[in-house]
Structures are given as structure tokens and as C-alpha cells.
């Protein structure tokens, strides 16, 4: 995934003269959860994920 990841957002982040792939990998990994993660099927096979993290609460 963290590869997907930086594949994906390499365009967009060298146009914005910020891509560093090794940067790119360990942001994703410091924040990934896999309990937050699902994987997307169709027909049996994998086509995807999504990742929804809870937002914190608001004690105010």
C-alpha cells in the first residue's frame, strides 16, 4: 500500500517540487492503521481500500 501510495502521489508531488519517495512511504506508514483500513471487493477480488480514521473528540 505505502508503494501504491507513492506511485500514486508522485505527479502531483514532483510538480509541487516535494517528492521524495522514501518521505512519501514512511508518512504513510507512521499513520496507517490497519483496523481503520477495509479492503474493496468486486467479484472476489481485491480492487481497493479506504481508510477512515475517527475523528477526535471535542471536549469544549
Known sequence: M???RAVVMQPDLERLGRYDPERVRRRFL???TPAHTRVIQ???IDVGLVAVRPEAEDDG
Open 2 to 4: 505505502a508503494e501504491l
Open 30 to 32: 507512521d499513520s496507517f
Open 42 to 44: 468486486h467479484a472476489g
